[in-house]
T-cell receptor, first 113, second 113 residues
Framework: AQSVTQLDSHVSVSEGTPVLLRCNYS??????LFWYVQHPNKGLQLLLK??????LVKGINGFEAEFKKSETSFHLTKPSAHMSDAAEYFC???????????FGTGTRLKVLA | AAGVIQSPRHLIKEKRETATLKCYPI?????VYWYQQGPGQDPQFLIS???????DKGSIPDRFSAQQFSDYHSELNMSSLELGDSALYFC????????????FGDGTRLSIL
């Protein structure tokens, strides 16, 4: 069975410093992986996706993620945090065959002024 | 750009009542997914439809049913509501099957009194 594990439930960074949100996956197949962001009382917005093309994926709002098969990781990074980045971030794997999403437990990012 | 529309945004019901949640996918998206997100939880897959046929079923209670109509909108019908059904219900749509990113609506917040 496929799954994703988000290693940190909460991350705090200062504005202007780098962001690292960690995600490890488990899959027997080449997975399709996504990062979504959820602001309070809002829906989930797609940040970026990995679907077996380039291993370094660039997304919206300056975010990027690197797929590392040897480490089964898909960590999300951003060089410089902005106050508006404060939100809940979900790492997601799309299940092979059914394409339904399996979500990680989420990481709440706090950005300090 | 058009997004996924969910209605109502908020719904308050009492135990044992029924509720109907509606989802209007992005135009030309023929696949719809429903997810349930409990307080402080990650979204859990309920059910999906492709071309008006149920394509997959997750942890959806027998008290719930759903369908996709000829115009591709979908409705989630919930009966004999319980306190534990209080959650944020998301609908997502994607074009066809395959590994296409899902686009989420803002959700319906259902509160059971």
């Amino acid at each position: 069975a496929q799954s994703v594990t988000q290693l940190d439930s909460h991350v705090s960074v200062s504005e202007g410093t780098p962001v690292l949100l960690r995600c490890n996956y488990s899959s027997s197949y080449s997975p399709s992986l996504f990062w979504y962001v959820q602001h309070p009382n809002k829906g989930l917005q797609l940040l970026l996706k990995y679907t077996s093309a380039a291993t370094l994926v660039k997304g919206i709002n300056g975010f990027e993620a690197e797929f590392k098969k040897s480490e089964t990781s898909f960590h999300l990074t951003k060089p410089s945090a902005h106050m508006s980045d404060a939100a809940e971030y979900f790492c997601v794997v799309s299940e092979s065959g059914t394409y339904k999403y399996i979500f990680g437990t989420g990481t709440r990012l706090k950005v300090l002024a | 750009a058009a997004g996924v529309i969910q209605s109502p945004r908020h719904l308050i019901k009492e135990k044992r009542e029924t509720a109907t949640l509606k989802c209007y996918p992005i135009p030309r998206h023929d696949t719809v997914y429903w997810y349930q997100q409990g307080p402080g939880q990650d979204p859990q897959f309920l059910i999906s439809f492709y071309e008006k046929m149920q394509s997959d079923k997750g942890s959806i209670p027998d008290r719930f049913s759903a369908q996709q109509f000829s115009d591709y909108h979908s409705e989630l019908n919930m009966s004999s509501l319980e306190l534990g059904d209080s959650a944020l219900y998301f609908c997502a749509s994607s074009p066809g099957t395959g590994v296409q990113p899902q686009h989420f609506g803002d959700g319906t917040r259902l509160s059971i009194l």
